[in-house]
């Protein structure tokens, strides 16, 4: 339980994020643990302090973010799906992913069309590099773009063998030729052609 925690936690971007999660849940646990359950979330209050206080210490919030990722990368998170809420294609297909997903809680989807994206909390993928092709962040912090993206994807959610069908040798560059065409007219194909810069909205 104690790394699930942490692995929730270090989805969550900033230090100082992080410290406001850390807060709310070890009052969610301490809540509905009692007897020795109690020790438990005292136990994890206490580590995430220490670890906290010791941030503070660090100069420079670059550092700052630095340990929080080496401390971060003994607990690997969930694959993070980045798609485009406002492309009506990209969004039943993502529909589609949430009700095969064999296993809940593996695969977060992030909205890049809303408003509170930061591309900082997502491998460094700002809204702009997200809408040139699908991107997705491995368990490992690792970005995979265009068909890579997808075979991560696929595999994550319980299609393996989907995963390996469009990355065999005689389909995988088949696939590549095919994304390239999707991905330079999918603004066109969704009615936001005119859209070059900022949120592209239909």
Known sequence: ???MLF????????V????????RSSLQLYRGFQGPGLLFCCNIDMAATA???ALRCVRSRAAAAGA?????????????????GECPICVKEINFLR???KKAGKVDFVDISAAEYDGSRHG???YEMAMEEMTVIDENNKVHRGVSAFAV??????LGWLARFITLPLIRPLMDRSYIVFARNRLKWTGRDKCTTGRCAK
């Open 153 to 158: 994807m696929y595999k994550a959610v319980g």
């Open 1 to 3: 339980m104690l790394k």
């Open 51 to 53: 670890l906290f206080k």
């Open 68 to 84: 929080l990722r080496l401390f971060c990368s003994g607990f690997p998170q969930t694959v993070r799906v980045l798609y485009d």
């Open 16 to 23: 100082e994020h992080v410290a406001g999660e850390v807060r």
């Open 124 to 126: 460094g993928v700002s």
């Open 7 to 14: 692995k929730m936690l270090c989805n969550c971007g900033s």
């Open 99 to 101: 009700l095969v997903q």
